[in-house]
């Protein structure tokens, strides 16, 4: 057997330990387009920060690939797929030959057409040189576009290192495909508390400058700087797959079925560049986040190696963590009404719970808990988690739920109730508690 | 192992984990008045069940770290933190099924009980005074030998 896996991120690297918990023997190349190997790619806003050294951005040991008989090929980009002779070809001129394929392509930054675009000191943050790049680069004044994940973080991380940052987002609110305007406006706080201009509801319409950035011009205002970082989102990666004749999905990922075997047999995509069945939508969805990258990884590499797992969905998970000094939290849907993939009929009900400085929100469909949204105490996130993965029904059990009482033990009854959703395993593994 | 019909919710593990493991003093008295507050890894749950990290087979939290804090010591099989890299994105608090790993802002790193890893015995097993929480092992449950 000859495994080849194209890319060398989250999803990648949990194939490879996944194909070899099984098979220890056969090959396994895997290319990467970046040079640099097992760098964790969410931590790229703490390398900026100086928070975190090069070494310390690693998710792996630095002779992972020694250890699990890898052939790496880094810096090497695959140029095309010959899926009938089942041969990959890269940049190079080379053709390496595969029984089964894996493609954890990732995504990449959108770059916005805006115009000016192309001046010096505007950067995306995907990579390890952009990183590097962005790191090295000397400026006062920063305007971060989008106010994502990346956005934010990127954002913290300039200002820590000493820089006037502003922060433009066109929606009206920070954070808008993770929290809703309430948990918002609490993060947006924070984020202000830290000496950070945030402006909502503008758009960049053109960069000004003379070879080198100087201006970033919205409908309103002028924004004098000296660097900008576009963080306005990723896109599915899907060139070498698309140009193999591989199905994409509907949402822009390459179409996978549980298995993570794409329209072509012998060939699997997972991680940021695939669509899979998006549990709290009951749709496919893209869910390009580290965990989830993870989970398909793993999933693909069993399948390839010969054991038939099926991957039961994904669905959005997103942590803040300690960058604006409270944990924040939120998984699944956003919010009741504005749902647009899910069909109509449906009875939403949110449930919430604020104070000064913390927020907690429920999202059920149906009695179904399909959203979770919590900022302050955040500890038993991962209780909540299970409801929604397990789909179940919690309408009895709102009051505990929405409870600072919120514990294991309480929700066992629960979990007992919809016991034939779990493998054999993860029951075992939860009811475990000596009992 | 936790013997439910055992466990009287008396907090005996929570204050014992609270100031020998997590506290700087180690004595309850100044335990209690140290900033930043020690934070137990046992939690007494509903009325009398002390819940600790079920060390899973298959677990979340490292499924979930984002750079390899969270590890498994591969002679025992016990999930600890590895607390120099950990830079409290609280992607295992998230993750963890049954709540038992605390996000600490204040010292900026997930806590979260190691099974005494480094002291021998479990301090909540050798505080239980019924016996409820103790330390066994079963051949019959885990397929690794841990």
């Given at each position: 057997?000859?495994?080849?896996?194209?890319?060398?991120?989250?999803?990648?690297?949990?194939?490879?330990?996944?194909?070899?918990?099984?098979?220890?023997?056969?090959?396994?190349?895997?290319?990467?387009?970046?040079?640099?190997?097992?760098?964790?790619?969410v931590?790229?806003p703490y390398?900026?920060a100086?928070?975190?050294?090069?070494?310390?951005?690693?998710?792996?040991?630095?002779?992972?690939?020694?250890?699990?008989?890898?052939?790496?090929?880094?810096?090497?980009?695959?140029?095309?797929?010959?899926?009938?002779?089942?041969?990959?070809?890269?940049?190079?001129?080379?053709?390496?030959?595969?029984?089964?394929?894996?493609?954890?392509?990732?995504?990449?930054?959108i770059?916005p057409?805006?115009?000016?675009?192309?001046?010096?000191?505007?950067?995306?943050l995907?990579?390890?040189?952009?990183?590097?790049?962005?790191?090295?680069?000397?400026?006062?004044?920063a305007v971060v576009i989008g106010a994502g994940s990346v956005g934010v973080e990127s954002s913290i991380s300039l200002k820590r290192?000493?820089?006037?940052v502003t922060l433009l987002e066109q929606l009206g609110q920070v954070l808008p495909t993770v929290f809703d305007e309430e948990a918002a406006s609490v993060v947006q706080k924070r984020i202000e508390e830290l000496g950070i201009t945030t402006i909502l509801g503008e758009k960049a319409?053109?960069?000004?400058?003379?070879?080198?950035?100087?201006?970033v011009?919205t409908e309103s205002r002028?924004i004098?700087?000296?660097?900008?970082i576009i963080a306005v989102g990723i896109?599915?990666?899907?060139?070498?797959?698309?140009?193999?004749?591989?199905?994409?999905?509907?949402?822009?990922?390459?179409?996978?079925?549980?298995?993570?075997?794409?329209?072509?047999?012998?060939?699997?995509?997972?991680?940021?560049?695939?669509?899979?069945?998006d549990?709290t939508r009951?749709?496919?969805w893209v869910n390009a986040i580290w965990p989830?990258?993870?989970?398909?990884?793993?999933?693909?590499?069993?399948?390839?190696?010969?054991?038939?797992?099926?991957?039961?969905?994904?669905f959005r998970r997103n942590s803040i963590g300690n960058f604006i000094g409270i944990p924040a939290i939120s998984m699944g849907l956003l919010r009741a009404e504005t749902c647009s993939t899910c069909?109509?009929?449906?009875?939403f009900q949110e449930i919430k719970k604020r104070t000064k400085e913390t927020y907690k929100k429920l999202i059920l469909k149906?009695?179904?808990l399909v959203g979770v949204i919590l900022v302050g105490p955040t500890q038993k996130a991962?209780?909540y988690q299970?409801?929604l993965?397990?789909?179940?029904?919690?309408?009895?059990?709102?009051?505990?739920l929405m409870?600072h009482?919120?514990?294991?033990?309480?929700?066992?009854?629960?979990?007992?109730?919809?016991?034939?959703?779990?493998?054999?395993?993860?029951?075992?593994?939860?009811?475990?508690?000596?009992? | 192992?936790?013997?439910?019909?055992?466990?009287?919710?008396?907090?005996?593990?929570?204050?014992?984990?609270?100031?020998?493991?997590?506290?700087?003093?180690?004595?309850?008295?100044?335990?209690?008045?140290?900033?930043?507050?020690?934070?137990?890894?046992?939690?007494?749950?509903?009325?009398?069940?002390?819940?600790?990290?079920?060390?899973?087979?298959?677990?979340?939290?490292?499924?979930?770290?984002?750079?390899?804090?969270?590890?498994?010591?591969?002679?025992?099989?016990?999930?600890?933190?590895?607390?120099?890299?950990?830079?409290a994105c609280w992607m295992?608090v998230m993750?963890?099924?049954?709540?038992?790993?605390?996000p600490?802002s204040?010292?900026?790193?997930?806590?979260?009980?190691?099974?005494?890893?480094?002291?021998?015995?479990?301090?909540?097993?050798?505080?239980?005074?019924?016996?409820?929480?103790?330390?066994?092992?079963?051949?019959?449950?885990?397929?690794?030998?841990?």
């Amino acid at each position: 057997m000859r495994y080849v896996i194209v890319g060398g991120s989250a999803s990648a690297i949990s194939a490879v330990e996944a194909i070899r918990s099984i098979d220890k023997d056969s090959s396994i190349d895997l290319f990467s387009d970046e040079a640099t190997p097992l760098f964790s790619r969410v931590l790229l806003p703490y390398y900026i920060a100086e928070e975190l050294s090069k070494p310390l951005l690693s998710f792996r040991s630095a002779d992972f690939f020694e250890q699990n008989r890898v052939t790496p090929h880094l810096g090497v980009k695959v140029r095309s797929i010959l899926a009938d002779s089942k041969m990959i070809q890269t940049e190079d001129g080379k053709s390496y030959s595969y029984d089964k394929l894996l493609l954890a392509t990732g995504g990449n930054p959108i770059i916005p057409p805006i115009r000016g675009i192309e001046l010096q000191g505007i950067f995306p943050l995907k990579t390890m040189a952009d990183a590097e790049k962005i790191y090295h680069f000397k400026a006062k004044r920063a305007v971060v576009i989008g106010a994502g994940s990346v956005g934010v973080e990127s954002s913290i991380s300039l200002k820590r290192r000493g820089m006037e940052v502003t922060l433009l987002e066109q929606l009206g609110q920070v954070l808008p495909t993770v929290f809703d305007e309430e948990a918002a406006s609490v993060v947006q706080k924070r984020i202000e508390e830290l000496g950070i201009t945030t402006i909502l509801g503008e758009k960049a319409l053109q960069f000004e400058g003379n070879g080198q950035v100087k201006k970033v011009i919205t409908e309103s205002r002028v924004i004098e700087c000296d660097m900008v970082i576009i963080a306005v989102g990723i896109r599915p990666a899907i060139e070498l797959a698309q140009e193999a004749g591989i199905e994409i999905g509907s949402t822009g990922g390459i179409k996978v079925n549980p298995e993570m075997m794409t329209s072509i047999a012998d060939i699997y995509a997972s991680g940021d560049v695939a669509e899979t069945y998006d549990i709290t939508r009951d749709s496919p969805w893209v869910n390009a986040i580290w965990p989830c990258a993870v989970e398909q990884g793993r999933i693909a590499g069993l399948n390839m190696a010969g054991k038939r797992v099926l991957y039961e969905g994904s669905f959005r998970r997103n942590s803040i963590g300690n960058f604006i000094g409270i944990p924040a939290i939120s998984m699944g849907l956003l919010r009741a009404e504005t749902c647009s993939t899910c069909e109509g009929g449906e009875a939403f009900q949110e449930i919430k719970k604020r104070t000064k400085e913390t927020y907690k929100k429920l999202i059920l469909k149906n009695g179904r808990l399909v959203g979770v949204i919590l900022v302050g105490p955040t500890q038993k996130a991962g209780l909540y988690q299970i409801l929604l993965k397990k789909k179940m029904a919690v309408t009895d059990y709102i009051p505990l739920l929405m409870s600072h009482r919120l514990n294991f033990m309480d929700l066992l009854p629960l979990i007992r109730r919809y016991a034939d959703r779990f493998t054999e395993t993860e029951y075992k593994e939860i009811m475990d508690t000596g009992l | 192992m936790v013997d439910k019909n055992k466990c009287t919710g008396c907090h005996q593990c929570e204050l014992w984990c609270g100031t020998e493991i997590a506290s700087v003093s180690k004595e309850l008295y100044q335990a209690i008045h140290e900033t930043p507050q020690p934070v137990p890894r046992v939690f007494v749950e509903g009325k009398d069940f002390a819940l600790q990290c079920r060390h899973c087979e298959e677990a979340p939290c490292i499924e979930a770290c984002p750079n390899g804090t969270m590890r498994r010591d591969p002679e025992t099989g016990l999930v600890y933190v590895y607390e120099p890299t950990c830079i409290a994105c609280w992607m295992c608090v998230m993750a963890c099924p049954f709540g038992i790993i605390t996000p600490s802002s204040t010292l900026k790193v997930a806590i979260k009980c190691d099974r005494c890893r480094n002291m021998g015995y479990p301090i909540c097993a050798e505080v239980c005074p019924t016996q409820a929480i103790r330390l066994e092992e079963r051949k019959d449950y885990r397929t690794k030998a841990f």
